[in-house]
């Protein structure tokens, strides 16, 4: 029985910004991955504004979690 590869597994930390603009990048794969890439947003404890969200690199299907650190207000 063939072992299957285990699915990769992203942590990244950025910014919402940053994200915004898709200035983040796959740790895997180096992709540039932002909101184009259907990001699902984890609604943080007390109704703020979500600060995590996961989602699926769209080229090598990593499963990436990203936190949103506090950028500071501009
Ligand atoms: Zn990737």
């Known amino acids: ?3 299957k590869k285990r699915s990769g597994f992203g942590d990244l930390v950025t910014d919402r910004a940053s994200f915004d ?10 992709r540039p991955v ?4 259907n990001p699902s947003f984890v609604s943080s404890f ?7 969200a996961t989602m699926r ?3 090598c ?5 990203i936190r ?3 950028a500071a207000p501009a």
Request: hydrophobic residues 35%; positive net charge.
């Open 1 to 3: 029985m063939a072992r």
């Open 46 to 52: 007390g109704g703020a504004a979500p600060q995590l």
């Open 61 to 65: 299907n990593a499963m990436l979690t």
């Open 21 to 30: 603009r898709a200035e983040a990048r796959c740790p895997q794969c180096r």
């Open 34 to 37: 932002g909101p184009a890439d």
């Open 57 to 59: 690199c769209g080229r």
């Open 68 to 70: 949103f650190e506090d």
